[in-house]
C-alpha cells in the first residue's frame, strides 16, 4: 500500500550563507523584542493592579494595604496551579502522542533535538571568522494528489517556542481536506492509517499551542504574585509619588 508521507531525519547543518546569517542576526533581535512583551505584560499588570488598589483603598496605611494584596497574591497563585496541571497534562500528551508516532512509522527514528542547540547559532572560529549553525528537525511532508505540505516535528519543549508552531497548525487544517479526500478514495477498504498519522501530527501541534497559552497565563499569574507584594508594601509610598 502506497504511503502518502516521506519522513526527513532532522540534522545540525553548516551554512554559512548570507542569508543565514542575518537570520542568525535577527533572532536577537527577536528576543530583544520578546523581553519588551514581557516587560509590556509585567507593567499592564501593575497598572492594573495600581487602579484596584486606588478604587479600594481610601486611607493608604499597611492595615489597609495587606489585606488587598493577599487577594491578589491569592488570585495570582490560584492561576499558576491550575494552569501548572494543564501545562503539564499537554506536556505529558504531547510525548504520549510523539511516541505513538514513531511506533506506528518505523522508518523514523529516535532523533531528538539537544535543548541547549539554537536553530540559529554561530561559533566562532577565530578572531574575524564564524561558523553558523542551522538546526533541522525531523520533518514529515504529506501528499494528496496535487499538494505536499511539510511540518515540522517537535521532539523537544525547546521546540515549542523557535518553530512555527501556530502557522503549522494553520497550514494542517486548511490541507487536511485535500489529504483526506486523497487517502479515502485511494484506502476505501483498510484503515486510514496515513490519516491517523496526520490526526497525531495535528494533535502535537495543538498539544503545544494549549501549553503555550497556559503559560503565557501563568506569567500573568506570577505578576499578580509580583505585583501584590509590591503594592501590599509600597502602596502608600507609590500613590503618593504618583499623585
Given at each position: 500500500m502506497e504511503c502518502h508521507y516521506t519522513i526527513r531525519e532532522g540534522e545540525l547543518v553548516l551554512n554559512?550563507?548570507?542569508?543565514?546569517?542575518?537570520?542568525?542576526?535577527?533572532?536577537?533581535?527577536?528576543?530583544?523584542?520578546?523581553?519588551?512583551?514581557?516587560?509590556?505584560?509585567?507593567?499592564?499588570t501593575m497598572y492594573l493592579t495600581y487602579v484596584i488598589f486606588r478604587k479600594c483603598i481610601t486611607k493608604a496605611t499597611l492595615a489597609a494595604c495587606i489585606?488587598?494584596?493577599?487577594?491578589?497574591?491569592?488570585?495570582?497563585?490560584?492561576?499558576?496551579?491550575?494552569?501548572?496541571?494543564?501545562?503539564?497534562?499537554?506536556?505529558?500528551?504531547?510525548?504520549?502522542n510523539l511516541s505513538a508516532l514513531h511506533e506506528q512509522i518505523p522508518e523514523m527514528s529516535s532523533w531528538k533535538r539537544w535543548p541547549f542547540l539554537k536553530r540559529y547559532d554561530r561559533e566562532i572560529i577565530n578572531l574575524r571568522k564564524h561558523n553558523y549553525y542551522t538546526l533541522k528537525n525531523p520533518q514529515i511532508t504529506f501528499k494528496s494528489e496535487s499538494l505536499s505540505l511539510s511540518i515540522a516535528l517537535p521532539t523537544c519543549t525547546a521546540d515549542f517556542y523557535d518553530l512555527p508552531i501556530f502557522m503549522g497548525i494553520v497550514k494542517m487544517i486548511c490541507f487536511y481536506k485535500y489529504f483526506s479526500q486523497t487517502v479515502l478514495?485511494?484506502?476505501?477498504?483498510k484503515p486510514p492509517k496515513d490519516l491517523f498519522i496526520f490526526h497525531c501530527t495535528l494533535m502535537i501541534y495543538r498539544n503545544i499551542i494549549r501549553y503555550k497559552t497556559g503559560t503565557f497565563f501563568m506569567w500573568i499569574g506570577?505578576?499578580?504574585?509580583?505585583a501584590s507584594i509590591i503594592f501590599s508594601f509600597f502602596y502608600p509610598s507609590i500613590s503618593g509619588l504618583i499623585l
Amino acid at each position: 500500500m502506497e504511503c502518502h508521507y516521506t519522513i526527513r531525519e532532522g540534522e545540525l547543518v553548516l551554512n554559512n550563507s548570507r542569508k543565514n546569517k542575518m537570520i542568525a542576526y535577527s533572532m536577537l533581535f527577536i528576543r530583544f523584542f520578546e523581553l519588551l512583551m514581557l516587560i509590556f505584560t509585567f507593567g499592564a499588570t501593575m497598572y492594573l493592579t495600581y487602579v484596584i488598589f486606588r478604587k479600594c483603598i481610601t486611607k493608604a496605611t499597611l492595615a489597609a494595604c495587606i489585606p488587598l494584596g493577599s487577594i491578589f497574591a491569592t488570585f495570582g497563585s490560584a492561576i499558576i496551579s491550575v494552569l501548572s496541571l494543564y501545562c503539564n497534562k499537554q506536556i505529558s500528551l504531547f510525548q504520549e502522542n510523539l511516541s505513538a508516532l514513531h511506533e506506528q512509522i518505523p522508518e523514523m527514528s529516535s532523533w531528538k533535538r539537544w535543548p541547549f542547540l539554537k536553530r540559529y547559532d554561530r561559533e566562532i572560529i577565530n578572531l574575524r571568522k564564524h561558523n553558523y549553525y542551522t538546526l533541522k528537525n525531523p520533518q514529515i511532508t504529506f501528499k494528496s494528489e496535487s499538494l505536499s505540505l511539510s511540518i515540522a516535528l517537535p521532539t523537544c519543549t525547546a521546540d515549542f517556542y523557535d518553530l512555527p508552531i501556530f502557522m503549522g497548525i494553520v497550514k494542517m487544517i486548511c490541507f487536511y481536506k485535500y489529504f483526506s479526500q486523497t487517502v479515502l478514495r485511494l484506502n476505501n477498504t483498510k484503515p486510514p492509517k496515513d490519516l491517523f498519522i496526520f490526526h497525531c501530527t495535528l494533535m502535537i501541534y495543538r498539544n503545544i499551542i494549549r501549553y503555550k497559552t497556559g503559560t503565557f497565563f501563568m506569567w500573568i499569574g506570577s505578576e499578580f504574585v509580583l505585583a501584590s507584594i509590591i503594592f501590599s508594601f509600597f502602596y502608600p509610598s507609590i500613590s503618593g509619588l504618583i499623585l
